[in-house]
């Protein structure tokens, strides 16, 4: 087995149970949720170990239109799937996750409106050397610059995290929308993660807008100096986001919901250089999302991937990591923050 020093997991979610309520909460009253869920849900716990694991196979490589046809009539299934793995899979779950694979480090990104940045940094406080968190901003914040600024000005946060489906941004306005809190942060020398990828489900209809990897152009061109994550690599549009991180030098691959080939053909692409492991935790767990990665790359690429590109994008200290203990014994017997 490889052994890298301090493996960096660029992408990780924590939510509450009131974030999970605010995640499509029509569907949530739908029959389906009413009288199926309680059902299904308990026997789902059980079964995860098998099931989720083919699920996610499945995701990562069948993407055809005939694969998405079919997960876009299973909606109801995934927003069930998704909102049990947030409700189970908290923080005490994350740190036990990250002791088995011996990561060091892990990256939070807040999705405002469903979670808030501050609420993370409180969960988070007493962990400061294990977790560095993204913040976000929702389209209908009325000053984002004045929301974000205070946060990267106490350097509270390390980055920005754009989702532009949760945050309700539509393609034709994004530019125009993030581009003064995009620069705050190229001046504050912080990255900007960016989700890319089509979610394929009718039931989720009400997040589909901006999604594809074209319409991020005007930001990497823009801004040439601010440093940009793609994340999943575009998933579906893995070719895409390769041609983007061909174009311009400032964006980075995040490898979450790829498979090994996938992430083997990105390095072969751009280099190991700009290549980041990321998991999507708790919707992929960190061990798949870790063999994916150890099975494409070489030694030498591993470490780069893995380490050493997620700890120079966030700033972080090697010895600094080596002291990443709780300032606190215990950890919240609560799944969730």
């Known amino acids: 087995m490889i052994k890298t020093p301090h493996i960096v997991d660029f992408h990780a979610h924590l939510m509450s149970l009131a974030g999970a309520e605010k995640l499509c909460p029509i ?26 694991r083919w699920l996610r196979k499945l995701a990562m490589h069948y993407r055809c239109e005939t694969s998405r046809f079919v997960y876009s009539q299973l909606g109801q299934f995934f927003l069930m799937e998704a909102l049990r793995l947030f409700k189970t899979h908290g923080l005490e779950r994350l740190l036990q996750s990250m002791e088995r694979q011996k990561i060091e480090h892990t990256v939070i990104y807040s999705l405002e409106p469903l979670t808030h940045t501050r609420d993370i940094l409180e969960l988070l406080s007493p962990y400061p050397n294990k977790f560095s968190v993204f913040g976000s901003v929702s389209h209908s914040e009325p000053d984002p610059c004045a929301y974000l600024e205070p946060l990267m000005r106490d350097k509270l946060i390390r980055g920005v995290k754009i989702h532009p489906m949760v945050g309700s941004y539509e393609a034709q306005g994004l530019f125009d929308a993030v581009k003064d809190y995009v620069a705050l942060a190229s001046d504050y ?96 767990q960190q061990w798949q999302a870790l063999r994916e990665v150890r099975r494409a790359l070489t030694e030498k690429e591993f470490e780069l991937v893995a380490s050493r590109n997620g700890m120079e994008l966030l700033g972080l200290d090697r010895l600094l990591l080596s002291k990443s203990r709780p300032r606190e014994a215990s950890v919240s017997s609560q799944p969730i923050c």
């Not at 990497?220 to 690599?233: A, E, M, Q, V």
């Not at 250089?273 to 998991?279: D, K, M, P, Q």
């Open 27 to 52: 569907e949530q009253q739908s029959p389906f949720f009413k009288y199926v869920v309680p059902v299904i849900e308990p026997i789902a716990q059980f079964t995860e170990p098998v099931h989720d």
């Open 189 to 284: 020398g912080l990255p900007v993660a960016i989700h890319t990828g089509d979610i394929p489900a009718s039931a989720l209809s009400e997040l589909t807008t901006c999604s594809t990897v074209k319409e991020l152009e005007p930001l990497f061109k823009g801004f040439p100096s601010c440093r940009f994550i793609i994340n999943h690599s575009g998933w579906e549009s893995w070719r895409a986001a390769f041609d983007m991180a061909t174009a311009y030098d400032n964006v980075f691959l995040e490898t979450s919901w790829q498979p090994a080939k996938i992430i083997r053909r990105a390095v072969d692409k751009i280099g190991a250089g700009r290549v980041l492991f990321g998991s999507d935790f708790p919707m992929f």
